[in-house]
Every structure is written in C-alpha cells, then in structure tokens.
Nanobody, 125 residues
Framework: QVQLVESGGGVVQAGGSLRLSCAAS????????MAWFRQAPGKEIESVAA????????YFADSVKGRFTISRDNDKKMVVLQMNSAKPEDTAIYYC??????????????????WGQGIQVTVSS
C-alpha cells in the first residue's frame, strides 16, 4: 500500500516562506511525476505545481509562478514545495500526489494515482 506523507505545513505571515515535503513510504514504489494540489474552503481542488520524473520539467499554476518552486529527491522518494512570498489566498489544504502512468509534469489531477492525506497551510495577513 503506497502512502504519501506530507510535512511542513502550519501558519506563516504574509510575505513569509514555508517548505512542504512529501515522501512515499513504500520502498518498492517508484514515483513518476509528482505534484502538489490545494483546496481552499468552499473551493474546488486546484493544481499548484508538478515536476517530471527526472526533475527536468516543471509546471506551475499562474497564481504561484515566481513565488513557489518544486524539487524532488528520487533517492528519498520525496518532493518538496518551497513557498515564498506567501499570500493569504495561498491558505488551503495542500495535497501531494504521484503518478504511476506519466513521467511528465502534468497539472491535471487525473494524471495522478496516489494522494497524501493533506496538510493545512494558513497564511495570515
């Protein structure tokens, strides 16, 4: 059973930074593309960022371009979302996801097969 475990969430002031991490727990599992999504209260889930299997390509939602970065460590089966210049509208539950079917950085949730439990990020104004 593949589990994705997120960490690093919490409360940050507007303009501050936060680093989210996500690691796959299953030793025999090889995560291909990995991504972060988020869901704010009363809103639909939306893509935030994605990274290809070898890390050579990335995708970012327009709302986070220039502020967030995404990286991965395949040896640790881990993906990291670095959030800089945080805004109150970044407040949401953030979900890590990984694909078993695509190596490409996709923004669609349909490309991803495994999801983490989610972690709360709150940006105070």
């Amino acid at each position: 059973q593949v589990q994705l475990v997120e960490s690093g969430g919490g409360v940050v002031q507007a303009g501050g930074s936060l680093r989210l991490s996500c690691a796959a727990s299953e030793r025999s599992f090889t995560p291909l593309a990995m991504a972060w999504f988020r869901q704010a209260p009363g809103k639909e889930i939306e893509s935030v960022a994605a990274i290809s299997w070898m890390g050579s390509n990335t995708y970012f939602a327009d709302s986070v371009k220039g502020r967030f970065t995404i990286s991965r460590d395949n040896d640790k089966k881990m993906v990291v979302l670095q959030m800089n210049s945080a805004k109150p509208e970044d407040t949401a539950i953030y979900y890590c996801a990984t694909s078993q079917t695509t190596i490409h950085a996709r923004g669609s949730s349909r490309a991803y097969d495994y999801w983490g439990q989610g972690i709360q990020v709150t940006v105070s104004s």
